[in-house]
């Protein structure tokens, strides 16, 4: 079993920034030293989960939806077993609840939910105007 625990979020005004952690626990070698993924997905009341970003944490490779593309940046730190989600100009339409994921093989895509085995129990971004 692996854990994650999110922090980092808050409450900003638009055009601030914000870096949301998730820090990895239990049957964490699977994801580090094997072909996983690792995401964050956010939700806003009344809307689907979708995908923000994602990373390959064996080669490092990154994706993001087209509407954080520039502004927010995932990376990882595999010695602190902690991902991070960098979100700069924030918007009011980024103000969600944020969750940490993590996978072992994405066949319908990095953006897909359901194909995640993993999850946080989220972070609140609050982003007024």
């Known amino acids: 079993q692996v854990q994650l625990v999110e922090s980092g979020g808050g409450s900003v005004q638009a055009g601030g920034s914000l870096r949301l952690s998730c820090t990895a626990s239990?049957?964490?070698?699977?994801?580090?030293?094997?072909?996983?993924?690792m995401g964050w997905f956010r939700q806003a009341p009344g809307k689907e989960r979708e995908g923000v970003a994602a990373?390959?944490?064996?080669?490092?490779?990154?994706y993001y939806a087209d509407s954080v593309k520039g502004r927010f940046t995932i990376s990882q730190d595999n010695a602190k077993n902690t991902l991070y989600l960098q979100m700069n100009s924030l918007k009011p339409e980024d103000a969600a609840m944020y969750y940490c994921?993590?996978?072992?093989?994405?066949?319908?895509?990095?953006?897909?939910?359901?194909?995640?085995?993993?999850w946080g129990r989220g972070t609140q971004v609050t982003v007024s105007s």
């Open positions: 990373i390959h944490t064996g080669s490092g490779s990154t």
């Open positions: 239990g049957d964490i070698y699977y994801i580090y030293y094997s072909s996983y993924y």
């Open positions: 994921a993590a996978a072992g093989k994405l066949p319908d895509g990095w953006a897909s939910p359901t194909q995640y085995n993993y």
